[in-house]
C-alpha cells in the first residue's frame, strides 16, 4: 500500500509557475513509476507527465512538453512537477500515481495508487 499527498496548488496568472509536490508514504516509494494526471471540469482524466523508478527516464503530454518537468527525490519519498509559462487550458484538478508497472505508462489503469488531488487554476 502507498499512500499519496499532493500539495503546491493554487491560483495563478497565465504564463506564471507552480510546483507541484507529491509526499509518499507506506511501500518502498522507489519502487513504483510514478506519474502525473489532470482532470478538467466535465472530462477524463488525462496523462500529463512520468518518470521510471530511478529518475532517470521521463515522458510527456505533448501540449506540456518544454514548459512542464517532472521529477523525483526518491530519498525524500517526493514526486514532483515543475510547471512553467502556464496557460488557462493548464486548469484543473492535478492527481500523482503510483505504477507498478515498468514503462512510464500513460494510462490511468496502469496506476494503482492515487493521491486526493490538487487544484490547479490558471487566469487568462
Known amino acids: 500500500q502507498v499512500q499519496l499527498v499532493e500539495s503546491g496548488g493554487g491560483l495563478v496568472q497565465a504564463g506564471g509557475s507552480l510546483r507541484l509536490s507529491c509526499a509518499a508514504s507506506?511501500?518502498?516509494?522507489?519502487?513504483?513509476?510514478m506519474g502525473w494526471f489532470r482532470q478538467a471540469p466535465g472530462k477524463e482524466r488525462d496523462f500529463v507527465a512520468a518518470?521510471?523508478?530511478?529518475?532517470?527516464?521521463?515522458r510527456y503530454l505533448d501540449a506540456v512538453k518544454g514548459r512542464f518537468t517532472i521529477s523525483r527525490d526518491n530519498a525524500k519519498n517526493t514526486l514532483y512537477l515543475q510547471m512553467n509559462s502556464l496557460k488557462p487550458e493548464d486548469t484543473a484538478v492535478y492527481y500523482c500515481a503510483a505504477s507498478s508497472h515498468n514503462g512510464m505508462p500513460s494510462i490511468t489503469k496502469s496506476y494503482e495508487y492515487w493521491g486526493q488531488g490538487t487544484q490547479v487554476t490558471v487566469s487568462s
Open positions: 507506506g511501500r518502498t516509494f522507489s519502487s513504483y513509476d
Open positions: 518518470i521510471n523508478r530511478p529518475g532517470g527516464s521521463t
